[in-house]
């Protein structure tokens, strides 16, 4: 059965979508940490990330690095965090975590809640910058 990412890589979930190239895509955290959180996934379905191919992970590195910098300029921050877990979707994903402090990638801190034009109105933003 197909991960969750590919279905909103295939149009059937939707997302707030951020960037896509042949073989990656990014789209906003849906339960963010911080706003402009973003998810930059391969669209090749493996659960560990590092167990793509050299190649692709290589690709999907320059890709953050594109989205990640896009970030920087659109929401106020020192700088873009970066974090893997991958304990909850079984689809390889990198973490992009605009930062005011170290505080703001605790994973265990309660999410923001964010409305669909505020989700909207910041991904219209991000996508700016690309
Ligand atoms: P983890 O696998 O532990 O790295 O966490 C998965 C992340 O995916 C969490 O931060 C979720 O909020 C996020 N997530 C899960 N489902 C969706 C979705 N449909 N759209 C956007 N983000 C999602």
Same mark, same amino acid.
């Given at each position: 059965m197909a991960t969750i990412f590919s279905r909103i890589v295939n149009g059937e979930i939707p997302c707030y979508k951020i960037a896509e190239n042949e073989k990656c895509f990014a789209f906003l /955290?849906?339960?963010?940490?911080?706003?402009?959180h973003t998810l930059v996934i391969p669209k090749? %379905?493996? /659960?560990?990330?590092? %167990?793509?191919d050299n190649e692709l992970l290589a690709e999907l590195s320059v890709f953050s690095k594109k989205v990640a910098l896009a970030i920087d300029k659109a929401i106020p921050c020192k700088r873009v965090g970066v974090a893997v877990l991958g304990l909850e979707v079984p689809h390889a994903h990198i973490h992009l975590v605009p930062l005011q402090? %170290?505080? /703001?990638?605790?994973?265990s801190k309660p999410k923001l809640k964010l409305s669909q034009e505020e989700m909207e109105e910041i991904a219209a933003r991000i996508r700016s910058f690309l």
């Open positions: /955290d849906i339960n963010p940490l911080a706003k402009g090749q %379905e493996t /659960d560990y990330l590092f %167990e793509l402090s %170290e505080a /703001d990638i605790s994973f």
